[in-house]
C-alpha cells in the first residue's frame, strides 16, 4: 500500500473527460520468423513477472472524508482484461495504426480496477506486431513505463526483489479510516521536519556559497517578470562561463502561440527518426549536449512551422522539460519523481547557430537554478497541495476557451537516455520505440522521445483541433537539423 503524493494527484486530475494523463510507450518488432500466439506470450509474460511488478497490481483507494489523500493498494489483476489483443483489418497500413493507436490513447483507464493495460496490435502492413504499454502518469512516471518494458524482457537489466501480495484484501473501509486519521496525526511532526531539513540545507549553501546564495535564491523562487529587476542586480558582476540566476519560471504569461489552446480528446502523434551521431554532432559546435541540440533543432523546427501558419511569435516560447529528483535513496521504486524544468526556447531567433547558443545557455543556466533549490524536499513538499480541489479546478480549466486557460508554458520538450542493447522478448528483438505523451489543459504539443541503440525517435503528441498541420512537423524536425548539420 503506497499514498499518492500530490505530484500523482496532479496528474490523475487530467482525466477531465476531454484529457488524459496517460501516456504510453510502443514498441515494434519485425515480421517473426516463425508465428506464435503473441498474446498468450505476453500474458504469459506479464503473470511470470508480476510478482516482482507490485505497480502492475495496484489499483486506487480512497480515504474517507479525504482525510488524508488516497492510495494504490496491491490486489488480484485479471490478466484477460489487462493485456488485450487487436489484429488490424488488412493491409494494415500505417494510417490504420495511427487510427487504432489514438482510439486507444482516447479512453479512460477505469479508476476500479489497475490503471495500465497493455496491447499487442498485430497486422501491421509489413507483417510485424507492436506492443502499447499504456498507463496514467499519477502511478508512475516515463522512467517507470520503460523499466517495464525492461522487466518483460527475456533478460532485464536489473532483477528485482519479489513483493508478495497481502493474503487478506486490503483497503478496506475500516483500514482507510485509520490510516487517514494516523495520517493527520502525523502531518504536523512530517511539516516541522521538514522546515528543519530546508533549514540546513540552506546553512550548507551559505557555507559553501557565501551571502550570494540568498539574493539567488530570491531571483529563483520569484515568478517570472519579477524577477528581472532583482536579477539585474545579483547577476551584476558574476563572472563570465557563470550561469546566472533566474526564475524557475521565465514568465508569468507566455507569448500567445498556435500550439495553445483548447485542448480537446483529438489527439494523434506523427514521429521523425534521428541518428544520436547526428544530434551528437551538432551539439559539438557549441561544446554542448545532445539536449542542447535536441532544443535548437525544436526549436528551429516550431519557428518553421508559425512561419507557414499564422506567423512567428517574437518572443521566445516557453518549453517544459521533466526532470528528474531521484536520489537513489527513495522509498518508494515505483512513483512519480520528477518535475517540470521551464526555460525559453529560441524560436524567435532567426540564425540556426545563434539558436544552438540560446539553447545551450538557456539549459545550463535552468539547470543551475534547479540545482540551487531543494529539489530532493519538493517531492515530500507537494503533500500539503490541496489535492481535493485538483480535480474539479483542473475539469473547468479543460473547458476553458484557449485564450483564458491560464498556462505557465507554451510547449512540452522531453528527451530521456535510453538502452543501447535493444531488449528481447521470446526471441524477438525490439526494433522501434515510440512514446505517445499527455497535454495539459490549454498545452496542445509534446515533442519527445526516447533514444534505443544509435536511434532516438522523436514524436509529436499534438492536439489534433490546435496543430492543425501537425503532420508536417516531421519535415519541419527533418529540415531544422540538415541546417545545423549543414554548419558542422
Request: aromatic letters at 8%; a positive charge; one cysteine or more.
Amino acid at each position: 500500500m503506497q499514498q499518492l503524493t500530490g505530484l500523482d494527484e496532479m496528474f490523475l486530475s487530467l482525466d477531465t473527460g476531454r484529457t488524459t494523463g496517460h501516456v504510453a510507450g510502443i514498441a515494434f518488432f519485425d515480421k517473426p520468423a516463425e508465428k506464435r500466439d503473441e498474446l498468450k506470450f505476453l500474458r504469459d509474460r506479464v503473470a511470470e513477472r508480476l510478482p516482482r511488478l507490485p505497480v502492475l497490481r495496484w489499483r486506487l483507494k480512497s480515504v474517507p472524508l479525504e482525510m488524508d489523500g488516497r492510495y494504490w493498494v496491491d490486489g488480484p489483476v485479471d490478466l484477460q482484461e489487462q493485456v488485450v489483443g487487436i489484429r488490424l483489418p488488412q493491409p494494415g497500413t500505417e494510417k490504420q495504426l495511427h487510427a487504432t493507436l489514438d482510439r486507444i490513447m482516447a479512453q479512460l483507464l477505469e479508476r476500479d480496477r489497475p490503471m495500465w493495460r497493455i496491447y499487442v496490435i498485430e497486422g501491421l502492413e509489413n507483417g510485424g506486431y507492436a506492443y502499447v504499454v499504456k498507463m496514467t502518469h499519477g502511478l508512475a512516471d516515463g522512467s517507470v513505463l520503460w523499466m517495464l518494458f525492461d522487466q518483460l524482457s527475456d533478460q532485464p537489466s536489473e532483477e528485482l526483489p519479489e513483493v508478495p501480495m497481502s493474503p487478506e484484501p486490503r483497503g478496506g473501509k475500516a483500514e482507510m479510516l485509520a490510516r487517514g486519521l494516523a495520517g493527520l496525526a502525523k502531518k504536523p511532526a512530517k511539516g516541522i521536519k521538514l522546515q528543519a531539513e530546508t533549514a540546513v540545507w540552506a546553512a550548507s549553501k551559505v557555507r559553501k556559497e557565501g551571502l550570494r546564495f540568498l539574493p539567488d535564491s530570491v531571483v529563483r523562487m520569484l515568478p517570472g517578470e519579477l524577477s528581472k529587476p532583482v536579477a539585474a542586480l545579483t547577476n551584476k558582476g558574476r563572472p563570465d562561463g557563470e550561469p546566472k540566476a533566474g526564475s524557475l519560471v521565465p514568465s508569468l504569461a507566455p507569448p500567445k502561440s498556435p500550439f495553445n489552446g483548447t485542448v480537446t480528446s483529438n489527439v494523434s502523434i506523427v514521429y521523425h527518426d534521428f541518428a544520436i551521431a547526428d544530434l551528437r554532432k551538432v551539439g559539438k559546435l557549441v561544446g554542448g549536449t545532445i539536449n542542447d541540440a535536441v532544443l535548437a533543432v525544436t526549436a528551429g523546427a516550431l519557428r518553421a512551422y508559425m512561419a507557414d501558419h499564422g506567423g512567428i511569435v517574437e518572443r521566445p516560447l516557453i518549453t517544459s522539460t521533466p526532470i528528474s529528483w531521484r536520489t537513489g535513496k527513495e522509498k518508494e521504486r515505483f512513483a512519480n519523481q520528477v518535475f517540470m524544468l521551464f526555460q525559453p526556447l529560441g524560436t524567435h531567433i532567426a540564425d540556426p547557430m545563434e539558436r544552438l547558443k540560446f539553447a545551450k545557455e538557456t539549459a545550463t543556466a535552468a539547470k543551475a537554478n534547479w540545482d540551487g533549490v531543494p529539489s530532493h524536499l519538493t517531492r515530500r513538499a507537494s503533500e500539503w497541495m490541496p489535492v481535493v480541489a485538483l480535480g474539479p479546478s483542473m475539469k473547468v480549466m479543460s473547458y476553458l476557451p484557449g485564450q483564458y486557460s491560464p498556462k505557465m508554458f507554451n510547449v512540452s520538450v522531453s528527451n530521456v537516455k535510453g538502452p543501447q542493447v535493444k531488449p528481447i522478448y521470446g526471441g524477438a528483438q525490439m526494433e522501434k520505440y515510440i512514446i505517445f505523451g499527455f497535454l495539459p489543459p490549454g498545452v496542445g504539443l509534446l515533442l519527445g522521445g526516447q533514444s534505443l541503440g544509435d536511434r532516438i525517435i522523436f514524436s509529436a503528441t499534438a492536439c489534433t483541433d490546435i496543430v492543425t498541420h501537425y503532420r508536417d512537423l516531421p519535415r519541419y524536425l527533418e529540415e531544422s537539423l540538415a541546417q545545423l548539420l549543414a554548419l558542422a
